[in-house]
Structure formats: C-alpha cells, structure tokens
C-alpha cells in the first residue's frame, strides 16, 4: 500500500522549526547514534587519502557530513537540503573548514542532482517521502552515481508486522527516556514523527535491486533505525 504524500512544505516547516536544538539532542533522541552513524560511514569503501566526490542529500544540519569528512578528509562534499535553516547550522559547523565542503539548498526530488558521484549518502531524511517520491529518488540518485559509486541510506524503516513496529517504537522511546531526556523534548521529538511516512525495509532494498544496483544489502538495524546500501555496477547493463 502506498503510503500518503505530505506537502514539502510541512516537512520543511517542522525541521526549520526544530533546526535551533537540532544537534544538541541527537544523541538522546537516537540512542544508538555510534552504530548508526557509524555503519553509513564504514560502508564507503574508499581509501583515506582519495579524493572522492560526495554528495549527501537531505542533509540537514552536517551530522553525517562531518563523519565522512572525519574519515576521509580528502573528500569533496556537498550538503544539499531544502531548509535554510537547517543547512545555516551545517555551514556553522563547517565554518573555517576548507573549500571541498560546499552547500545547496534545493529539493533533492525536482532539483538536478549533478554528478556523476563516487557516492550518495543520506541519514533521517528519505522516510518523509511518499513511498512513489521514495522510489523516484533512489532512481535519482542512482543516476547519479559515478560507474561503482555507492548509495547509502541511514534511516528509519517500518516493520512490516504491526505489532513488531508498535514494539519497535516503545523500546525507542524506553531508550530514550532512559537517557533522561526531558519529557517535553521527547514530546516534541514524537510530534516531528507525524511528518514520517515509514517504508518497510526489504521493500526499499527490492527498489534499489530493481534499479540494476549491486551488493544491496542492510549493514545494520537497531528496532527502526536501519543502514542500508547499493552500488552502481562498474559496467552497466
């Protein structure tokens, strides 16, 4: 069943909204923020020194940007996002970095995507698109890929059964209480999830397999919070 489409607009609002407290939250609100973060980056498989082309899409305030770039510091990245504010506080967490970082602010679903990249990265954005925008995008993004090139996608995915997708968000939010958040923050991180529109998982690694991407595979999973990825073949067809 797909599921129903939201206007950018409110996705863009509640994130402009939030982007102040943004960071400062991250790590309570994702309890498992090392292995998450950490798998998208483990799964680029370039060498240190090389220097690759990289564009993360939905980027937000630089979370994963800034992880890459620890990794691999050689590397040419560029944040797009279509909330100002949310990229204002990337720029700020980049601000007397070097040129390789640049900024886009533009909807990663209509706006050209450039290219050709040795990879494509996202973290906590996809799953506000409609499953069809979903979809079009991987196609995009696939696109996009320089020949080898890797998608990666570190976001939340819905449990197929329902019960299992009730019990994955109780342990989420057990998780996160057990952080000692405060209780109004958690409600207001719980607000922002009205504007998710959650895909199942192996629905979404069929996409990437359907579009002629190789070594489609979930890297990690913690209750909804999942690291998934596809390469573009060296050779297509």
Known sequence: MMRARRRPMDVKQVFDGAAARYDALRRQLI??????????VDLLPFDDGRPVRI?????????????????????EVTLLDFSAEMLGRARARFA????????????????????????IVSALSIHHLA??????????A???????????????????????A???RALWIRAIRATGLAEAD??????????DVLAPLALQL????????????????????????????????
Do not use: M
């Open 31 to 40: 309890p498992c923020f090392d292995g998450f973060y950490g798998a998208a």
């Open 55 to 75: 564009l993360d899409v939905g980027a937000g305030t630089g979370l994963l940007a800034e992880q890459v770039l620890a990794r691999f510091p050689a590397a």
């Open 96 to 119: 007397g970095r070097p040129a390789r970082v640049t900024f886009r602010t533009g909807d990663y679903l209509r706006d050209p995507l450039g290219g050709p990249w040795d990879a």
């Open 131 to 140: 499953d069809g925008d979903k979809r079009a995008l991987y196609g995009r």
């Open 142 to 164: 696939a696109a996009a890929l320089a020949p080898g090139g890797i998608l990666v996608n570190a976001d939340n995915v819905l449990a197929e059964d329902p019960a299992v």
């Open 166 to 168: 009730a019990r994955d």
């Open 186 to 195: 958690l409600e207001a991180a719980l607000e922002r999830t009205r504007v």
């Open 206 to 237: 069929g996409w990437l397999r359907a579009l002629g991407l190789a070594e489609v595979d979930c890297a990690y999973k913690w209750h909804h919070f999942a690291v998934f990825s596809g390469r573009r073949p060296v050779t297509d067809g």
